[in-house]
């Protein structure tokens, strides 16, 4: 166990603002957690658990406890003919796991390459890419709860996916903090490439796990930038769903609008495509950008604080609103 007082945070959030937090834990096994949350004075202290930072926003230094977790290991639970459990340490970074189910030959979460972050948040938020979600390979989750120390193991059906949320970031639910995943991967991959640019980038190749993960971070690596040379945390907001009915509405004033089906009488909107519109892409505004090359990407160009972000998110969230009637949601967590 490890814990540091008056710790500095950036290098815990992508954005790189530096803030401090009162105090900094850090564990490593499930017994070292067990033991803070028992712990009387951490109990009366605000806390927050965060993996690497890739969806947060830090507007303060954070008058409390930061929790991290440094639980790695990826390991066969069980194996079939067909397909492989991997039981996962929930601070494994998500695209070694990605790398290492490639180099096995298991598929499932090959177009989920190259997202940032930790295996424990991306059972937390639902991460997907390129028409798969981690919803997807999630079979259980093991999680302790905050308040009554005990440790639970959800069921996918438990953990109550939806387009980026589940159980744990419901507000109203008891607070969770994952320790290990565990995600059933294919030894008979099934590809899923007919998603716009991944599609073009392997036009003329008969598609592999490695060729269609090459293909997924060659994409990415052309749209996003990188958080160690530009701060960033990704897409800032999620992508709109709205009903039909209202998309056809909108698709007459705007023609060229884009979008995918999204369930049962409900179509989804790339929220890039909206600000782009609103005039925001390349722009800068102090120290706060909009990524050039991907509108839904705020990026700090050098001593941004995290209100000034906030600041330039709530103006194109405004901006949309106004010309579109659509209400962006922010993917990022703000904290503070």
Not at 26 to 45: H, P
Not at 243 to 269: D, H, N, T
Request: overall charge negative.
């Amino acid at each position: 166990m490890r814990i540091e007082e008056n710790y500095s945070l950036e290098k815990y959030n992508t954005f790189h603002i530096p803030v401090k937090t009162r105090w900094f834990m850090e564990y490593s096994n499930e017994e070292e957690l067990e033991r803070i949350l028992r712990d009387e004075y951490f109990q009366e202290c605000l806390s927050l658990h965060i993996g690497s930072g890739s969806n947060l926003l830090f507007i303060n230094d954070f008058n409390g406890i930061i929790l991290h977790s440094t639980i790695k290991g990826i390991d066969v639970l069980e194996e079939t003919e067909d397909s492989v459990l991997l039981h996962v340490g929930a601070a494994e970074k998500w695209d070694e796991v990605v790398a290492y189910a490639v180099s096995q030959g298991w598929g499932g979460i090959e177009n989920l390459s190259l997202i940032p972050g930790e295996a424990g948040a991306a059972a937390i938020q639902n991460i997907g890419a390129y028409g798969v979600e981690a919803k997807d390979v999630i079979e259980t989750v093991e999680a302790y709860n905050q308040l009554t120390f005990e440790k639970r193991i959800f069921t996918n059906e438990e953990c109550k996916y939806g387009y980026r949320s589940s159980f744990f970031k419901n507000e109203h639910n008891d607070p969770y903090i994952v320790t290990y995943i565990n995600i059933r991967l294919n030894k008979k991959p099934q590809f899923l490439v007919n998603y716009g640019n991944l599609k073009e980038e392997l036009a003329g190749s008969e598609p592999t796990l490695q060729r269609v993960r090459d293909a997924v971070i060659a994409v990415r690596r052309r749209k996003l930038p990188d958080p160690e040379e530009l701060g960033n945390a990704g897409s800032f907001f999620m992508n709109p769903v709205i009903p039909i009915k209202r998309f056809e509405k909108l698709k007459v004033q705007y023609p060229e609008i884009p979008s995918w089906p999204a369930g049962e009488g409900m179509i989804k909107i790339p929220a890039g495509w909206l600000i782009e519109q609103c005039g925001f892409k390349g722009k800068s505004h102090g120290p706060v950008g909009v990524y050039e090359k991907q509108a839904l990407v705020l990026v700090n160009l050098g001593g941004a604080r995290g209100d000034e972000i906030a600041l330039v998110a709530e103006s194109i969230r405004t901006a949309v609103n106004d010309r579109f009637g659509i209400e962006l949601m922010p993917e990022v967590k703000y904290v503070g």
